[in-house]
């Protein structure tokens, strides 16, 4: 394992520079991050886990984040993934009644995005 500054650095380098300490306003249901990473692909995403997987870094995903203290907190909280970054619609059939959506796309957003096809 290495110290916080090289996780930082591994999730920095993992996101092209979108991760950094958690702030105040960083926590679950009242359990404080150490720190937060903003994957903009699934390959960010996944290189993300990669180095919580090897840090052994306690992991929670948060989209806007409106709903984190909903269920049971946290015993531990390393590391929030915000998905927000994630806000693409990767596939539409519509006659299929098929949508493929990146995590991060809000449930409103994707319902007007549909809406016209």
Same mark, same amino acid.
């Given at each position: 394992?290495?110290?916080?500054?090289?996780?930082?650095?591994?999730?920095?380098?993992? /996101?092209?520079?979108?991760?950094?300490?958690?702030? *105040?306003? @960083?926590?679950?249901?009242?359990?404080?991050?150490?720190?937060?990473?903003?994957?903009?692909? /699934?390959?960010?995403?996944?290189? #993300?886990?990669?180095?919580?997987?090897?840090?052994?870094?306690? #992991?929670?995903? !948060?989209? &806007?984040? /409106?709903?984190?203290?909903?269920?049971?907190?946290?015993? !531990?909280? @390393?590391?929030?993934? *915000? /998905? !927000?970054? $994630?806000? !693409?619609? #990767?596939?539409?059939?519509?006659?299929? $009644?098929?949508?493929?959506?990146?995590?991060?796309?809000?449930?409103?957003?994707?319902?007007?995005?549909? &809406?016209?096809?």
């Amino acid at each position: 394992m290495t110290g916080p500054a090289g996780v930082l650095d591994a999730l920095r380098q993992a /996101t092209g520079g979108h991760a950094g300490p958690a702030g *105040d306003g @960083d926590a679950v249901d009242g359990v404080p991050a150490r720190f937060v990473a903003a994957p903009g692909s /699934t390959a960010e995403a996944a290189a #993300v886990v990669r180095v919580a997987a090897a840090e052994g870094l306690a #992991v929670v995903a !948060r989209g &806007a984040g /409106t709903k984190l203290g909903w269920g049971t907190p946290p015993r !531990r909280l @390393d590391l929030i993934v *915000d /998905t !927000r970054r $994630l806000d !693409r619609i #990767v596939e539409h059939a519509a006659g299929d $009644l098929v949508v493929v959506a990146q995590a991060g796309v809000p449930l409103a957003e994707l319902g007007e995005r549909l &809406a016209g096809d």
